[in-house]
Nanobody, 123 residues
Framework: VQLQASGGGLVQAGGSLRLSCAASDRTFSRNSVGWFRQAPGQEREFVAGIGWMGLRSSYADSVKGRFTISKDNAKNTMYLQMSSLKPEDTATYLC?????????????????WGQGTQVTVSS
């Protein structure tokens, strides 16, 4: 499965962005998926994940209440709606898929990855 992330950009603090991640085939619909982020010199960090049916989700404490993950199996696409953005949210955001029913938080448990999209939040 190949993933293509899009939607990143430059936004002021307090603003919003919606990231999308499109999958190349329908295997995606049977997998849980997640968003991670990585800033220069830092480890890859779990942001949010959602189960294969798009019903059960989990979030990093740092984004709870501000970010919402969703999954549209009919379109083979996942989304990350980001609101109340902060400068510390600046990073490359990557989407990934795992062959599990519930989304792992460890990046090593994910099977395939997208190329990432840059999000920059100015103060």
């Amino acid at each position: 499965v190949q993933l293509q992330a899009s939607g990143g950009g430059l936004v002021q603090a307090g603003g919003s962005l919606r990231l999308s991640c499109a999958a190349s085939d329908r295997t995606f619909s049977r997998n849980s998926v997640g968003w991670f982020r990585q800033a220069p010199g830092q480890e890859r960090e779990f942001v949010a994940g959602i189960g294969w049916m798009g019903l059960r989700s989990s979030y990093a404490d740092s984004v709870k209440g501000r970010f919402t993950i969703s999954k549209d199996n009919a379109k083979n696409t996942m989304y990350l709606q980001m609101s109340s953005l902060k400068p510390e949210d600046t990073a490359t955001y990557l989407c990934a898929g795992a062959t599990t029913s519930l989304p792992p938080t460890d990046p090593h448990d994910y099977t395939y990855w997208g190329q990432g999209t840059q999000v920059t939040v100015s103060s």
